[in-house]
């Protein structure tokens, strides 16, 4: 059995572990490390790491900060139980967003592939209302779940991504950026690469389920 580090800690440096696990899960945005103790030291970084897995959480990194997400493992789990998955209508609204705001943004480069997706264009609410859903008032209710959740956010000229995507680990943003490839240009080049990529196995220790 592996052992638990936090235990074998002083008090004060148990203090410092548990104040940065509790602010990387509730943070809004990123949480410099500079702000925390045990988000500088290596060593406390490490019992920090070791916490959040017992819930089945990992760090993210970002240039801003760290946050915290689901394990990809735990993630799959979840989603086999349908746990946590969004129904159809935000799914379908959520995804336009992404790409609108960063999916095509990112092709015309106009978005850098480095730049965080809550910065991507602002899409006017009206844009998502001239496809084939047919009560306009699904989109809207959409938009209101959907920025009670994190998910989008309001920004000059329309909405944008919203912080809760910032969770998610380098694993699940490059499956579910390359979905987005995949519906955007399906014959594309780039989207030949990426069935092609598929059809030989997942790259060492990923999974493919978005």
């Known amino acids: 059995m592996t052992e638990r580090l936090l235990d074998t800690l002083p008090a004060a440096r148990q203090h410092d572990v548990l104040a940065a696990v509790t602010a990387v899960e509730t943070a809004e945005l990123p ?6 103790r045990a988000l500088m030291e290596p060593a406390l970084l490490h019992v920090v790491e070791q916490v959040l897995a017992e819930a089945g959480r990992v760090l993210v990194k970002t240039d801003a900060g760290y946050l915290t997400g689901y394990d990809d493992t735990i993630r799959d789990q979840l989603a086999d139980n349908c746990t946590g998955i969004l129904p159809p209508d935000l799914r379908a609204v959520l995804a336009m967003v992404l790409l609108l705001s960063v999916a095509i943004p990112r092709a015309e480069g106009r978005l850098s592939a480095e730049a965080p997706w809550t910065q991507g264009d602002p899409v006017p609410p009206a844009l998502l ?23 989008i956010k309001s920004a000059t000229g329309g909405v944008v991504l919203g912080p809760q995507v910032l969770r998610l680990t380098p694993q699940a943003t490059t499956i579910l950026f390359e979905e987005m490839i995949l519906l955007a240009e399906p014959h594309g080049d780039l989207a030949l690469t990426i069935r092609r990529q598929r059809t030989v196995g997942p790259r060492s220790g990923e999974n493919t389920r978005a």
């Open 31 to 36: 949480v410099p490390g500079r702000e925390f």
């Open 129 to 151: 209302k001239t496809g084939q859903i047919k009560r306009q008032s699904t989109v809207e209710d959409a938009l209101r779940e959907l920025r009670s959740l994190g998910l």
